[in-house]
């Protein structure tokens, strides 16, 4: 691969438990859903609900945008467990439990949280599903990853 290149956990083992600690609150943590603003054009066109019915500014670059939560503490698209949104999901919704962050000389390094019941499950993740989300993330910010 050239241009930017990444790192990522090696050995890791993850499948979805679809237990929706990622889709909002627990009592250990406030979730925060972050969004692009293309993120939320796109849920908008596509679900046919008005921008101030789902997400808030948050002044924070690329992510200027926030999910909003029911009064549970969710998302607003989760009913039960299952989210009414999935092939719209957002970015930082796709990533869970994983996120990028970039490091000195403009590599990027794959973090893993260890809160999501779906880590030690299913099969070790190949390096190829980190290179679709790292180039899936460098597509939806506009980051050219030739250079």
């Given at each position: 691969?050239?241009g ?12 979805c ?12 943590r ?35 945008l926030?999910?909003?939560k029911n ?6 698209f989760?009913?039960g ?7 719209l999901?957002?970015l ?5 439990p994983?996120?990028?962050e ?5 590599n990027?390094s ?9 880590i ?6 190949e ?8 180039h ?12």
């Amino acid at each position: 691969m050239r241009g930017k290149r990444f790192d990522f956990p090696k050995e890791i083992l993850w499948k979805c438990q679809r237990c929706t600690k990622c889709c909002g609150d627990t009592p250990e943590r406030e979730r925060r859903i972050l969004l692009l603003p293309s993120e939320a054009r796109q849920i908008r066109e596509v679900a046919k609900v008005p921008l101030k019915k789902f997400c808030r500014r948050t002044g924070f670059e690329p992510f200027t945008l926030e999910m909003k939560k029911n009064p549970r503490g969710k998302c607003v698209f989760l009913r039960g467990d299952e989210c009414q949104i999935y092939s719209l999901r957002p970015l930082v919704c796709r990533f869970y439990p994983f996120w990028l962050e970039k490091r000195e000389g403009g590599n990027f390094s794959f973090k893993v949280t260890d809160e999501c019941d779906g880590i030690g499950s299913g099969q070790i993740l190949e390096e190829s599903f980190f290179t679709n989300l790292f180039h899936l993330a460098m597509e939806k910010m506009n980051i050219d990853t030739t250079c």
